[in-house]
């Protein structure tokens, strides 16, 4: 895979990399790049091979000589560019290692507004590639849907598997010193929501969205994470006259004590695949707010049982279940116990079994 940012792909891995490690699998990490905050985060067992390739494609000769060099049991890719060239490089190779790729998000809608030719460049090799792999990993029954129905691929061919979210850190890093003045001097709730500043979180959304709770009750939110999106959500909280109320902190390297002391946490997306903050939120008993995007809010959320789910793009929705979540917060441990499938171990022993790697 590559290493090439900050993002929840990479946080994953680092994630499954530690439960299969703790189950005594033998692991290699091959990395197209090799960038960005997850590298301290790879567990000590783990050897890791470095390609140095600009691109996936390029990266095939060197992953190429890696399969026939250490022959391994299995490859996993993580990423849809990198399960296009394991498939290939296992065939050049000659190499019977059984291919796992991991899905990790709802195809059709990151696509929807895109050219004809930027789907098909999407759309063709998914469906001439991904058939040669053992196992199409999604990791939510929506993308999984999605997927098939995208690609043509008969809907049996795709295993579902929960990320490996929650861990033992989440908890003890969420007990780290918040130096933030609105959690200690607290006079209304806080609410916090996280991700990359980009179309897909719809931040835009969930600005208006506070607007119209801050007409009848006192509030904070607090947006983490960076991205190109930052002038218009500046220039929005301007405009909606909520300087003041409204925190753009920027990425921050442990989110968890904000999650943990929020009043609640609040997921505005156009899509996703699996949202790993919404997850750790519930994971550390804070109430939850997501719009019902495709993929994987209904399905982390329990249908609405655990946590309010509102139309996406819908502002005063948004606003409404807020408000209401404010008022009559589930309990912590009904949160919780929504966010036990996505404990690490489990889905590492998931996936191992999937590739064929059962230990005794």
């Known amino acids: 895979m590559s290493f090439s940012g900050d993002g929840g792909v990479e946080h994953m891995m680092c994630n499954l990399m530690e439960g299969m490690v703790v189950q005594g699998i033998p692991v290699d990490l ?66 019977k290692a059984r291919v796992g790729i991991r899905l990790g998000q709802t195809l059709s809608a990151s696509l929807k507004h895109k050219g004809r030719i930027a789907r098909l460049a999407r759309y063709l090799p998914a469906r001439w590639l991904y058939p ?31 990320n490996p979210t929650v861990t033992s ?68 909280v301007e405009d909606l006259d909520l300087a003041g109320r409204v925190k753009l902190p920027g990425f921050i390297a442990n989110p968890y004590p904000y999650f943990a002391a929020a009043d609640l946490f609040v997921l505005a997306s156009r ?40 139309p996406v793009g819908d502002p005063f929705a948004l606003a409404q279940a807020m408000a209401a979540t404010l008022d009559q917060p589930p309990g912590a441990d009904i949160l919780r116990d929504a966010a036990a499938p996505f404990e690490a171990r489990r889905s590492a022993r998931a996936y191992v079994q999937a590739l064929g790697m059962d230990v005794e």
């Open 169 to 236: 850190r989440i908890v003890e890093d969420s007990r780290a010193d918040l130096d933030e003045p609105w959690f200690r001097d607290r006079d209304g709730p806080v609410i916090v929501a996280a991700g990359r500043l980009t179309a897909q979180k719809d931040f835009p959304n969930l600005l208006r969205a506070f607007a119209a709770l801050s007409t009848s009750r006192r509030a904070r939110l607090i947006i983490l994470g960076e991205g190109r999106g930052r002038p218009q959500l500046e220039a929005m």
């Open 30 to 95: 091959v990395l197209i790049k090799a960038k960005g905050g997850h590298l301290s985060r790879i567990p000590p067992a783990v050897r890791v091979f470095e390609l140095n390739a600009a691109t996936s494609l390029l990266a095939l000769p060197g992953l190429v000589r890696y399969l026939r060099r250490h022959r391994p049991a299995a490859l996993l890719a993580a990423k849809d560019r990198a399960g296009r060239v394991a498939v290939l490089a296992r065939r050049l190779s000659g190499v």
């Open 271 to 310: 899509w996703e695949g699996s949202p790993n903050v919404l997850v750790e939120a519930l994971a550390l008993g804070t109430p939850v707010v997501a719009t019902d995007c495709p993929s994987g809010p209904r399905e982390i959320l329990r249908g609405g049982e655990v946590g309010r789910l509102v």
């Open 132 to 162: 040669m792999a053992d196992e199409l990993i999604a990791v939510s029954r929506g993308v999984a849907d999605d997927m098939a129905a995208f690609t043509g691929i008969p809907r049996e061919r795709f295993r579902t598997i929960a």
